[in-house]
């Protein structure tokens, strides 16, 4: 009703009121709410009405994206907060990606064990290819790619003047391996098809990832929505989904 927020009742309001009934509680979510007919409309939580359904958590996929403790500047929980947090859930599997520190891999693989979780090793890193730095996530899928995954950490923290990896190591050691694109990435992946092609013929997989925003800045969140949209303006397939 224009800009008049009105509330859909199978009877009028006039008529309710008549008939000495002001107020109407209706279930939103998981919560019961009530308003008053003869004020404006809004949410009143409604808290002793029946019994709560429990929740029930159907978690299609696993979340590969955590940083943990150990990555001091962009750090969420503790390893023992994370699998803790994640069995709640009902996930079957939890997976860390901290740049630039493999720190937490024991920690998570003996919470993983206590709490009957699978780990998933991951590495965030910046690989450098003529004079760009692109943004990658690489994970695990087998003792090939562990192994892998320890050399790209020498290579990056001890080999490495500028804590990046290079091209050609990432083809070394993409063996046993899943690369992840981050999404600023997109611009060098659209301009060196050849590249990117020698990457996947190395890895197990190679995906880019699909995600809105960081929530760490305005100017952050326009560039990654900038990239998104060059990446389904210019390199997504929605016939093949790829």
């Known amino acids: 009703d224009g800009d008049k927020l009105v509330f859909n009742l199978m009877e009028s309001p006039d008529v309710l009121m008549e008939e000495g009934i002001f107020h109407v509680a209706f279930p939103f979510g998981r919560n019961w709410y009530y308003y008053d007919l003869r004020e404006e409309f809004r949410f009143n939580l409604l808290k002793y009405i ?12 696993v979340n590969l994206g955590i940083h943990t403790s ?13 699998c803790r947090k994640a069995k709640w859930l009902g996930h079957t599997a939890v997976g860390i990606c901290d740049r630039n520190t493999m720190a937490a891999t024991l920690n998570l693989q003996k919470e993983c064990a206590n709490t009957g979780l699978k780990h998933i090793f991951g590495y965030s890193l910046t690989m450098t290819h003529e004079e760009e730095r692109v943004g990658l996530k690489i994970y695990a899928l087998d ?3 562990l192994h892998n995954l320890l050399r790209i950490q020498r290579a990056v923290m001890v080999d490495s003047e500028d804590n990046t990896l290079r091209y050609e190591q990432l083809l070394m ?18 301009g060196h098809p050849k590249q990117v092609k020698r990457i996947r013929k190395g890895a197990e997989a190679v995906y880019y990832q699909v995600d809105a925003n960081e929530y760490k800045a305005d100017r952050i969140d326009r560039e990654q929505l900038e990239a998104l949209k060059y990446y389904f303006g210019n390199c997504y397939d929605a016939d093949t989904d790829s």
């Open 50 to 61: 029946g019994r709560p359904k429990p929740p029930v958590h159907d978690v299609p996929f």
């Open 173 to 190: 050691y993409a063996a046993g391996c899943v690369v992840v694109f981050a999404i600023r990435s997109v611009y060098w992946m659209a």
């Open 70 to 82: 150990y990555e001091l500047l962009n750090a969420c929980c503790s390893p023992e907060d994370l």
């Open 143 to 145: 003792n090939e790619g």
